[in-house]
């Protein structure tokens, strides 16, 4: 199975930050990966799918690049609603993985 | 507008089963791969099972394999979860989710395995 690892764990950061969370593939996926917002109760949202294309209806202050085993997710400027549990997944293999999460925390 | 809509947790006891629903509407259900993907109390996102459009493969995630049978029925819009020798492990949020690419998840459905 291919292993998602992000980092870091856990992030605290302020509104208006720029904030980078890193998604790193065991092997090469190529482009194939999604980033996913999570609320607690909630299901996860699609932000960001094919490493680097945003999801109808998601803010342009959220930006995804990297491809072969190196992936971030970029959020330009921290706003209110933004804070929440962010996961990666690849779809390369048809075992699909996710990261273990990443919560964004209000310092 | 796609909505997937979970049904059929609960609780129930190790060793027991208990069989999930997924009613879809709003896009083609027939031409779409479809997931059941699972998140313990507290925990991380774990993929369970896939099948694709016309149930030609069938995927499994190794800690459900052997237990789990998904499926599907095209005429009714449908996509089940088959969930034998449950385990207390197995206790989760159960969501369904059309390709994962896709972006549409139903709101999830709890299983609780508790004697």
């Known amino acids: 199975d291919i292993q998602m690892t992000q980092s870091p764990s856990s992030l605290s950061a302020s509104v208006g930050d720029r904030v980078t969370i890193t998604c790193r593939a065991s092997?090469?996926?190529?482009?194939?990966l999604n980033w996913y917002q999570q609320k607690p109760g909630k299901a996860p949202r699609l932000l960001i799918y094919?490493?680097?294309s945003l999801q109808s209806g998601v803010p342009s202050r959220f930006s995804g690049s990297g491809s072969g085993t190196d992936f971030t997710l970029t959020i330009s400027s921290l706003q209110p609603e933004d804070f929440a549990t962010y996961y990666c997944?690849?779809?390369?293999?048809?075992?699909?993985?996710f990261g273990q999460g990443t919560r964004l925390e209000i310092k | 507008e796609v909505q997937l809509v979970e049904s059929g947790g609960g609780l129930v006891k190790p060793g027991g089963s208990l069989r999930l629903s997924c009613a879809a509407s709003?896009?083609?259900?027939?031409?779409?791969?479809m997931n059941w993907v699972r998140q313990a109390p507290g925990k991380g996102l774990e993929w369970v099972s896939s099948?694709?459009?016309?149930?030609?493969?069938?995927y499994y995630a190794d800690s459900v394999k052997g237990r789990f049978t998904i499926s599907r029925d095209n005429a009714k819009n449908s996509l089940y979860l088959q969930m034998n020798s449950l385990r207390a492990e197995d206790t989760a949020v159960y969501y369904c989710?059309?390709?994962?690419?896709?972006?549409?998840w139903g709101q999830g459905t709890l299983v609780t395995v508790s004697s």
């Open positions: 709003g896009f083609t259900f027939s031409s779409h791969s």
């Open positions: 989710a059309r390709e994962l690419e896709a972006g549409d």
């Open positions: 099948i694709t459009s016309s149930s030609s493969s069938i």
């Open positions: 997944q690849q779809s390369y293999s048809t075992l699909p993985t």
């Open positions: 092997q090469s996926i190529s482009t194939y």
């Open positions: 094919a490493a680097s």
